[in-house]
T-cell receptor
């Protein structure tokens, strides 16, 4: 069955460092992958979408890579700030406007 | 920036009662979704809706669930006879063709508590 794994339950880093979050998947061939931020009790907030034919995408301090051979996406936040503390979700889409399948998320804590 | 809105933010109901969760998707969006998230678990897909009909539904979306777009702005999820296990956060999302195609934008959610 399809499986999405995000690295570790929590990631603690120091302010100013780069946070790197991992999303691995098996038994799936996504057409695109989306990253979301979720704060406690709130809805997922869209951050970035990367398509299967794209290797890398950037938006301000965020960078996403997508390796369909390794079946892995990496999500980087550079110059991290305490305000970046949240849970980050990866979600895979099979194509078109179909459903998203979500990972369990990685909780990021950025310490001053 | 346009946002998806949802009402109510919190709904408490007794087992067996009917509830309607309401969503106003982003105004020019054409594709609509409902997801749910049980406390501490993953976000799960329920149903997608396009051109006034269901495009896809999950195993969770059984006969107790229905969706409707009663007018040009609202999108509703109805649970006919709620069960304890329906307690969760319910999120509406929308998407549209164009420069941001496939991106799904979520609302803040409705917390449903079934007692």
């Amino acid at each position: 069955s399809q499986k999405i794994e995000q690295n570790s339950e929590a990631l603690n880093i120091q302010e100013g460092k780069t946070a790197t979050l991992t999303c691995n998947y098996t038994n799936y061939s996504p057409a695109y992958l989306q990253w979301y931020r979720q704060d406690p009790g709130r809805g997922p907030v869209f951050l970035l979408l990367i398509r299967e034919n794209e290797k890398e995408k950037r938006k301000e301090r965020l960078k996403v890579t997508f390796d369909t051979t390794l079946k892995q996406s990496l999500f980087h936040i550079t110059a991290s700030q305490p305000a970046d503390s949240a849970t980050y979700l990866c979600a895979l889409g099979s194509g078109g406007y179909n459903k998203l399948i979500f990972g369990a998320g990685t909780r990021l804590a950025v310490h001053p | 920036e346009p946002e998806v809105t949802q009402t109510p933010s919190h709904q408490v109901t007794q087992m067996g009662q009917e509830v309607i969760l309401r969503c106003v998707p982003i105004s020019n969006h054409l594709y609509f979704y409902w997801y749910r998230q049980i406390l501490g678990q993953k976000v799960e897909f329920l149903v997608s809706f396009y051109n006034n009909e269901i495009s896809e539904k999950s195993e969770i979306f059984d006969d107790q669930f229905s969706v409707e777009r009663p007018d040009g702005s609202n999108f509703t999820l109805k649970i006919r006879s709620t069960k304890l296990e329906d307690s969760a956060m319910y999120f509406c999302a929308s998407s549209t063709p164009g420069t941001r195609f496939y991106e799904q934008y979520f609302g803040p959610g409705t917390r449903l508590t079934v007692t």
